[in-house]
């Protein structure tokens, strides 16, 4: 099985910062994409920030130049650290990883349990 735990969140006012944590553990062969996606009421699950194993990332337009998605490969984690936050930037965030179980299964998605982000104007 695999696990993706994340940490970090809370509340804080605009402006302000926080750090979301996410690591993978389990049956794990390699790990392609790892990201963040986030849903607010009312709303669909949005991406927010993604990474390759190689450093490749992509940004929601709504978040470029505030938030910074950071992968340690080895140790199988991905950050997410959010500056100048915003009241529409609550939600639920949740962490992402494409993984590869095993050298002869295919990749599949696994999600974490989400963690709430409450920013207070």
């Known amino acids: 099985q695999v696990q993706l735990v994340e940490s970090g969140g809370g509340l804080v006012q605009a402006g302000g910062s926080l750090r979301l944590s996410c690591a993978a553990s389990g049956i794990i062969f390699s790990i392609n994409a790892m990201g963040w996606y986030r849903q607010a009421p009312g709303k669909q699950r949005e991406l927010v920030a993604s990474t390759t194993p190689g450093g490749r990332m992509t940004y929601a337009d709504s978040v470029k130049g505030r938030f910074t998605i950071s992968r340690d490969n080895a140790k199988k984690t991905v950050d997410l650290a959010m500056n100048t936050l915003r009241p529409e930037d609550t939600a639920v965030y949740y962490c992402?990883?494409?993984?590869?179980?095993?050298?002869?299964?295919?990749?599949?998605?696994?999600w974490g349990q989400g963690t709430q982000v409450t920013v207070s104007s």
């Open positions: 992402n990883a494409d993984v590869r179980p095993t050298f002869s299964s295919g990749t599949y998605p696994y």
